[in-house]
């Protein structure tokens, strides 16, 4: 068909001829509301742009003589980064003349890799950058599940304990 003949018919349905494949041999062209296209097509792109998750980097920092209260406390934040789906940097700062002891910060990087791994899968272990050595934890999410999974089941025996216990409370006080 000819140009000319696509452009009339275009107009004759009040619609745009809008060209799909220039680099064809004849061009590609389709008649079509032009105005109504780009909307479907911002709208899918919204709606793609909804569903999806984005992975943040979340920074955990600790020194070699962190106390066991204090790193507990930084490890249930990582746990809790990690179960809601994002990354984990766990940085060791060695201060003055601590740098002289690094396996005291490779000591504290392990016992959190080991209060982690049932959550993640190490990206990066123990590294030394100038002061600092990092590691970095990334979610697995089969992993998450069955935690979460085993979670609820506590939750669930906890709360079934608590039951039992009143109906036993109630029935000594009579």
């Known amino acids: 068909m000819t140009v000319s003949d696509a452009l009339a018919r275009a107009e004759a349905a009040s619609l745009d001829l809008v060209e799909i494949a220039p680099t064809a041999d004849p061009p590609v062209c389709r008649i079509m ?73 490779q000591e504290v990087l392990n016992r959190m890799t080991a209060g982690l791994i049932d959550l993640c899968t190490i990206e990066l272990a123990a590294k030394m950058e100038g002061r600092n050595m990092i590691s970095i934890f990334v979610p697995d ?13 506590e939750k669930k025996k906890l709360i079934e304990g608590d039951f039992v216990e009143d109906v036993v409370d109630t029935d000594d006080s009579e």
């Open 141 to 153: 999410k089969l992993k998450i599940k069955e935690v979460l999974k085993k979670m609820e089941s």
């Open 33 to 105: 509301d032009y105005g109504k296209f780009k909307y479907e097509k911002s709208k899918k792109a919204k709606e793609a742009k909804k569903k999806q998750h984005v992975m943040h980097l979340k920074e955990i920092k600790l020194h070699p003589g962190t106390d066991d209260h204090d790193f507990n406390f930084k490890l249930e934040h990582a746990r809790k980064f990690l179960i809601k789906g994002d990354r984990v940097k766990a940085t060791i700062v060695f201060r003055g003349r601590e740098i002289t002891h690094i396996d005291l910060g």
